[in-house]
Structures are given as structure tokens and as C-alpha cells.
């Protein structure tokens, strides 16, 4: 199957500072990306959808200015928490679908457990 | 938007069987996945059903009734790696995007 790579994924930072974290598409290509954020024992929600060359689409009650997304082409997207703080500690996810293939499964990365400190 | 329910959780004994039901209300319907996650890991794919019917793919079923809005995941011959978190989602017809909404997941338990 396709392999969606993400990094890192473990950080841990100091309140206040920024963390990024990439997603990439291996072996296909992806327009759209989307970007989940989960809690212990919780399931995931989807924060934004990320869209290559165009602005994010956020979910309902997501900081788009806390939470940058940035798609610059058909395999990266980036997702930045700026002046993070301890309650945006979670596990975030990144999932892409395939290019030309509309009716198919979307792939996930590894994920990313953030820390802050 | 999107309401998926599925139990939280689930106990069973190695080598039976276990049946996860989903029920979902939803704006607009193009497909239902059920993923596996392991603690601290991303979603694996295990089925996707987009019409009516069951799907058997292995020791595991997934069965879909759009009319009812009622899917269940069928896990046979259980073994002690299939202890997991199952997640029910449904995929959004409504737009180009197919974003998937996800149930709470139901945490499986498998006992020797």
C-alpha cells in the first residue's frame, strides 16, 4: 500500500516556542492531506483539511492562526504549532489520499506525540 | 455534520469471536472504514464497504446497511495481537475533500 512518512515522532518542547511537523506522501501524490489531532483514549478529530497551493480548511473551533498549515506540493504538508502550550499535548496525525483515485482508503502516518513542557 | 456511535468497550477470549457495531447519522455518505490501532500508533485499514453487504477479507467482516445506518466488524478466531482500538469512519459524500469522521472507537480485549 502507500506509505504516508511522518516526523517527527516524538517531540518535546518548552511552553511558548513553535513545533513543526511534516507529512509526506512516499510514493504517490496528494492533494489533499488532513490533519487529526487525538487525546488519550480519545478518537481522532480532524483539525484541518490541507490542500496543496491553496489555504487550509479548519474544522470548527481550531486556531488556524495557532495551528499553520502549510501544503507546498503534492507530497509535504506541514502542520505548526506556534507558542505552544501544556493543552496542546496530544498525538497528531496526518493522512493523505491518492491523487487519481477518488474512491480509496486514506493512509496514515505514524504520528506525531507532542510534549509540552 | 457526522454522529457515529460504537461501543467503548469489548472483552473476548482468544480463538472466539467478536461483532463491533457502528451506527452513524450523517449529511452525506461515500463509504465506512474500520481501522485498528495499537497504543500509541497511527490507524491501520482493515475494510471498507461502500454498498450494502458484507465484505470478508481474512479472519475479519465488515457488513454495511446504508438504510439502517448500521455497520458491525467481525473479528474471528481471535488472537491476543488483535487486541486493539477499533475505529468506525465514515466518509463525507458531501464534498471533494472525502474526509473521514470518526467514531470514539471501541477498545478490544483479548484473554488467553
Known amino acids: 500500500g502507500a506509505v504516508v512518512s511522518q516526523h517527527p515522532s516524538r517531540v518535546i518542547c518548552k511552553s511558548g516556542t513553535s513545533v513543526k511537523i511534516e507529512c509526506r506522501s512516499l510514493d504517490f501524490q496528494a492533494t489533499t492531506m488532513f490533519w487529526y489531532r487525538q487525546f488519550p483514549k480519545q478518537s481522532l478529530m480532524l483539525m484541518a483539511t490541507?490542500?496543496?497551493?491553496?489555504?487550509?480548511?479548519?474544522e470548527q473551533g481550531v486556531e488556524k492562526d495557532k495551528f499553520l498549515i502549510n501544503h507546498a506540493s503534492l507530497t509535504l504538508s506541514t502542520l505548526t504549532v506556534t507558542s505552544a502550550h501544556p493543552e496542546d499535548s496530544s498525538f497528531y496525525i496526518c493522512s493523505a489520499r491518492i491523487l487519481e483515485e477518488t474512491n480509496t482508503e486514506a493512509f496514515f502516518g505514524q504520528g506525531t506525540r507532542l510534549t509540552v513542557v | 455534520g457526522q454522529n457515529i456511535d460504537q461501543p467503548t468497550e469489548m472483552t473476548a477470549t482468544e480463538g472466539a469471536i467478536v461483532q463491533i457495531n457502528c451506527t452513524y447519522q450523517?449529511?452525506?455518505?461515500?463509504?465506512l472504514f474500520w481501522y485498528q490501532q495499537h497504543a500509541g500508533e497511527a490507524p491501520t485499514f482493515l475494510s471498507y464497504?461502500?454498498?450494502?453487504g458484507l465484505e470478508e477479507k481474512g479472519r475479519f467482516s465488515s457488513f454495511l446497511s446504508r438504510s439502517k445506518g448500521y455497520s458491525y466488524l467481525l473479528l474471528k478466531e481471535l488472537q491476543m495481537k488483535d487486541s486493539a482500538s477499533y475505529l468506525c469512519?465514515?466518509?463525507?459524500?458531501?464534498?471533494?475533500?472525502?474526509?473521514?469522521?470518526f467514531g470514539a472507537g471501541t477498545t478490544v480485549t483479548v484473554r488467553a
Open positions: 490541507s490542500n496543496e497551493g491553496s489555504k487550509a480548511t479548519y
Open positions: 469512519a465514515v466518509r463525507d459524500g458531501g464534498s471533494n475533500d472525502y474526509k473521514l469522521s
Open positions: 450523517t449529511s452525506g455518505f461515500n463509504g
Open positions: 464497504n461502500v454498498l450494502d
